[in-house]
């Protein structure tokens, strides 16, 4: 699932999130730049990180910052027809790249503060073990979805928290039980993009699983709101190392990512880009390919992908 509806996303996620530094079309021969800002390359549809569980392979970041190399999707092209429809009703996408979120962990042995940073500062090392979380940072990136419903809302993201484990088995496969929790402020005029006042509003929101939202009257008129939301992060593959980067599999076969990281006395980062995406849903496609040249704007990376119900 990628990030273009609100709440699909928020509650979703698994940031993912969101995955790659780079990625390479092997039978094409084409490199994969999503840090350029020289023209868009086309790609599987990237994640917000690796907490989503049902996204293609994510893909493309600032060379100048990242270290990975670059990895084939599995699923890459058009989405499957026996489980989403017609291949011709998929659309294209552009995708910006925003920003590193670093996830750290210790495997208990680490001594002093952690230290998160924004900038990949991959240094490879040895991943087995069982890998307890410390800290996250670099979420502030996040994606304001609540502009896609609400025009003119703003929102800031003003700290995470992560908790749970990765697991990496010396067979080759891992185990994760982590969540990502973003605290967050917003500011919205949700009786005119709603029809609902500000407490009713947040009430809401916070039905959905996850989801904490409270908000109140503002000064100038609109809402006042803070929130939290869960990313949780639970699944189990196969992971194996792929030009300096860490190659997580998901056990249905699904290419998750090539991500930077880092093992270095006892603690394991892991970075993790995010992208901001656009939606085309007048140009059809069936396969990544169609959408090279055929978006407008400058992105970092396009792809083909099935639309959400509002973009049909």
């Not at 908790?163 to 990496?168: A, E």
């Amino acid at each position: 699932m990628h990030y273009r509806s609100l709440l699909a996303s928020l509650i979703l996620l698994a940031l993912p999130a969101c995955t790659t530094d780079a990625t390479e079309d092997t039978d094409s021969g084409t490199d994969t730049d999503a840090g350029s800002t020289s023209g868009s390359t086309t790609v599987d549809p990237p994640t917000t990180d690796s907490t989503s569980s049902s996204s293609s392979t994510s893909t493309g970041t600032d060379s100048s910052s990242s270290t990975s190399d670059s990895a084939e999707s599995s699923s890459t092209g058009a989405a499957d027809e026996s489980s989403t429809g017609a291949a011709e009703e998929n659309i294209c996408y552009g995708y910006s790249f925003l920003g590193f979120a670093d996830q750290v962990y210790t495997d208990g042995t680490a001594t002093g503060e952690p230290v998160c940073t924004t900038k990949s500062a991959a240094c490879g090392g040895e991943v087995a073990g069982t890998w307890t979380a410390e800290t996250s940072c670099g979420y502030e990136a996040f994606p304001n979805f609540f502009a896609e419903i609400c025009e003119g809302a703003t929102q800031q993201i003003t700290g995470s928290n992560l908790s749970g484990t990765r697991t990496f088995d010396e067979d080759g496969t891992f185990v994760f039980d982590v969540t990502v929790q973003l605290e967050a402020d917003l500011q919205v005029d949700s009786t005119a993009c709603t029809g609902l006042d500000c407490e009713p509003f947040g009430m809401a929101l916070s039905k959905e699983p996850g989801l904490d939202m409270s908000c109140v009257d503002a000064n100038g008129g609109g809402c006042d709101c803070t929130y939290t939301v869960d990313l949780p992060d639970s699944q189990a593959g196969t992971w194996d190392l792929f030009g300096g980067g860490l190659l997580l599999t998901s056990d249905d076969g699904e290419t998750l990512g090539v991500f930077d990281y880092c093992v270095d006395a006892g603690r394991f980062s892991m970075w993790t880009p995010l992208y901001g995406e656009t939606a085309f849903p007048d140009v059809s496609c069936t396969e990544n390919e169609d959408c090279e040249g055929q978006v407008e704007g400058r992105f970092d990376a396009v792809g083909c992908d099935e639309p959400e119900e509002d973009e049909r």
